[in-house]
């Protein structure tokens, strides 16, 4: 099974900050690397799918990189509806695993 | 407009049973796979299941097989989850999602089902 790990677990931030989060998989799963946020009591939302591509309706300060077993999530100048918990997710093979999340929160 | 919508949640004993249903509109349903995700309160996601379009192949966690069962009636856009032999650590939120393209990112999430199994 593919194991997925993110960090930080926590990131403080302000507004207007440029933030970096890191998600690495046990094996290399070429580009099948998915990034999702979720804001309390809400489903969560894709954002970022194949590492890199980004998804209809989300802004462009969001982006991907990596592949293999390497990748990252920025976003280039934060703002006040960005601060929610961040997952990325593989699905190279089942079982489809997800990172444990990154939750950001405001300094 | 795409929408899920799961249903069937509550309150079980452990040991029990419960089968959880999402309805599905807004997209060509049996043209693609659909996946269960679970989330403990509080906690991260955890892939539960998954099916494909035609439900001829299905995927299950360690954590729920031989306990769990997905399965999808594409005459009437939805998708199941028989949940048997329930415990208290599959007390979660569970949402339904839509798989999209080659690389299967979730791309429609329902609202969730909330399962607590407790005594």
């Known amino acids: 099974d593919i194991q997925m790990t993110q960090s930080p677990s926590s990131l403080s931030a302000s507004v207007g900050d440029r933030v970096t989060i890191t998600c690495r998989a046990s094996?290399?799963?070429?580009?099948?690397l998915h990034w999702y946020q979720q804001k309390p009591g809400k489903a969560p939302k894709l954002l970022i799918y194949a590492a890199s591509s980004l998804e209809s309706g989300v802004p462009s300060r969001f982006s991907g990189g990596g592949s293999g077993t390497d990748f990252t999530l920025t976003i280039s100048s934060l703002q006040p509806e960005d601060f929610a918990t961040y997952y990325c997710q593989q699905s190279f093979s089942t079982p489809y695993s997800f990172g444990q999340g990154t939750k950001l929160e405001i300094k | 407009e795409v929408q899920l919508l799961e249903s069937g949640g509550g309150l079980i004993q452990p040991g029990g049973s419960l089968r959880l249903s999402c309805v599905a509109s807004?997209?060509?349903?049996?043209?693609?796979?659909l996946t269960w995700v679970r989330q403990t309160p509080g906690e991260g996601l955890e892939w539960v299941s998954a099916i494909t379009g035609t439900g001829a192949s299905a995927y299950y966690a360690d954590s729920v097989k031989g306990r769990f069962t997905i399965s999808r009636d594409n005459s009437m856009n939805t998708l199941f989850l028989q949940m048997n032999s329930l415990r208290a650590e599959d007390t979660a939120v569970y949402y339904c999602?839509?798989?999209?393209?080659?690389?299967?990112?979730?791309?429609?999430w329902g609202l969730g089902t909330l399962v607590t199994v407790s005594s």
């Open positions: 094996q290399s799963i070429s580009s099948y």
């Open positions: 807004g997209f060509s349903f049996s043209t693609y796979a």
């Open positions: 999602a839509k798989l999209r393209g080659p690389l299967h990112e979730f791309d429609f």
